[in-house]
């Protein structure tokens, strides 16, 4: 495997890559961060082979409130022009989707905990997940949804929201949902998002997230697959 620079965009302290960390330090790749909640400096396409987004509380179209959304957009656009693998994970599959012209609004229902995803018959041709279950349980936290951008394939659904995932140009992967969290991430997520745990039919108490963490190990794995799967393009 190639050494690659990857560069990460954070929206919120308490959203890190989690076990991408782990899968980086394990193949000696450089991590560079853009934390848009410290500092917004952007490095120029050519600094970088792969960009990774991450999650956060705020909303694509909340450009008012968080500026730098504007130029985080453009540099997502940027790097898909330039062919960079370009993986974005919540809020940052929410940015790709906006980038390459598909809508970004509210989904009917918030969905917040651990919930099965379906893979679409696209999804299950995918190498990273020939060898997995068709239906499994992931970690969700979401209130808004991505329409399909155009040219980009439907891998996965879950019966709160249609599009959970989706692969264009074969290099730019969004997923809704949280392969990457680790026990810790889910704990972080939790302390900062308590306001959000409330009675809704795609809400899970508290004490009912934290006492169902069987699956993030599988997860992980899955996170592991996809990452080597990119890193063989």
Excluded at 12 to 18: A, I, Q, S, Y
Excluded at 211 to 225: A, C, D, E, L
Aim: net charge negative; hydrophobic share 40%; proline share 5%.
């Amino acid at each position: 495997m190639k050494h690659l620079k990857i560069l990460c965009f954070q929206h919120v302290p308490f959203e890190g890559l989690d076990s991408i960390a782990n899968w980086c330090d394990l193949h000696g790749h450089e991590v560079t961060y853009t934390r848009f909640f410290v500092q917004e400096t952007i490095p120029p396409v050519t600094d970088f082979d792969w960009l990774i987004i991450m999650g956060g509380p705020m909303g694509v179209y909340d450009e008012s409130e968080f500026p730098w959304l504007a130029r985080e957009k453009a540099a997502i656009q940027t790097a898909i022009a330039h062919n960079k693998t370009v993986l974005g994970i919540c809020l940052g599959a929410q940015l790709i989707a906006d980038v390459l012209g598909a809508k970004v609004s509210r989904n009917p229902e918030k969905e917040i905990g651990w919930f099965n995803i379906s893979l679409t018959e696209a999804g299950k041709q995918l190498p990273f997940f020939k060898d997995t279950s068709p239906v499994f349980e992931v970690f969700h936290w979401h209130g808004d949804t991505f329409e399909l951008p155009t040219g980009a394939q439907h891998l996965a659904f879950s019966e709160a929201c249609t599009n959970q995932a989706f692969l264009y140009q074969d290099r730019v992967l969004g997923l809704q949902f949280h392969f990457e969290v680790t026990d810790k991430g889910v704990r972080s997520m939790l302390e900062h998002g308590q306001e959000e745990l409330i009675s809704a039919p795609y809400i899970q108490e508290e004490n009912d997230i934290l006492s169902n963490t069987s699956s993030i190990p599988g997860n992980n794995q899955r996170m592991f697959r996809i990452l080597d799967h990119l890193a063989t393009l």
